[in-house]
């Protein structure tokens, strides 16, 4: 089931037709939305205090804090400057291990697509 958040519908308003179209059919379909906790403002400031991202980024850090306080199983992102980035990747997870939560996953797009047309 797709996960949403407030944050990635604000931050895709303005993308081109074809992802707006895909956000709109997400939201018809069953789905999560992701809250903006205490949590997750916890888990961002995180990222934040750790520069996994500066504080011109704060929303890429808060959408990988709201992924990973709700355990999604991975990420969909065509960010790939802050996020589809493994060194980014490391140190988002490297947050995560040393306040207990598990392992966020970043794909595009297209590899999350593959991934669930080989299931």
Do not use: C
């Amino acid at each position: 089931m797709p996960v949403i958040s407030d944050t990635l519908i604000a931050e895709i308003e303005n993308a081109p037709a074809p992802v707006r179209s895909i956000l709109e059919y997400l939201l018809a379909v069953d789905h999560e939305r992701l809250p903006i906790t205490e949590e997750v403002v916890g888990l961002q400031q995180a990222y934040l205090a750790a520069g996994v991202v500066t504080a011109r980024f704060a929303d890429d850090a808060l959408h990988v804090a709201q992924a990973t306080v709700a355990r999604a199983d991975v990420i969909a992102s065509w960010n790939f400057k802050h996020l589809v980035n493994p060194i980014r990747v490391r140190a988002f997870n490297d947050v995560n291990s040393s306040r207990g939560y598990g392992v966020v996953v970043i794909l595009t797009p297209a590899d999350v697509r593959q991934y669930i047309a080989g299931r």
